[in-house]
């Protein structure tokens, strides 16, 4: 054989990848997907509790509003729907006081009740447990909380 033929028979044979190759790979790829995912996965509930305290902030400026044109906050009766429909709630037609109501993050209606312990109304959210109470992520989310 030649020295040309037998360089390109051994290339011909190391053009291949072996499996411990591949399986550094893997395990590479796994663990570089492990710490994304730990990094990651906190934020988002973070960011749910950041969105609820946001929109629970643009609902109590909405109520504002409200009451600002009807010297009244609405009843329970009437809910915060009467801040997307006012016209309900008022007798006139009435520009809505908020273009749509948000459902918290975790896709339930945020809690508004009438009278408040310390305000006139209380606005929150109940959380990811959605149980009334709780700590840390489970914990309520209220204006000022």
Not at 3 to 11: E, H, N
Not at 36 to 58: F, G, Y
Not at 69 to 88: C, F, H, I, K, N
Request: aromatic content about 6%.
């Amino acid at each position: 054989m030649t020295d040309t033929s037998k360089a390109s028979q051994r290339l011909h044979l190391e053009a291949g990848v072996t499996l411990v190759e591949m399986m550094v790979v893997i395990l590479i790829i796994g663990l570089i997907t492990a710490i994304v995912a730990i990094n990651v996965l906190p934020s988002q509930d973070k960011a749910r509790v950041e969105k609820a305290k946001a929109d629970i902030a643009a609902i109590d400026q909405a109520l504002t509003l409200f009451h600002l044109e009807a010297a009244r906050y609405p009843t329970m009766e009437e809910g915060l729907e009467s801040l997307v429909e006012p016209a309900v709630a008022l007798g006139a037609a009435h520009a809505p006081f908020i273009r749509n109501l948000p459902k918290d993050p975790w896709s339930r209606p945020y809690q508004y009740v009438v009278p408040g312990e310390t305000r006139p109304f209380d606005l929150y959210s109940l959380g990811a447990d959605g149980k009334v109470g709780g700590e840390g992520l489970d914990a309520d989310v209220a204006i000022g909380k």
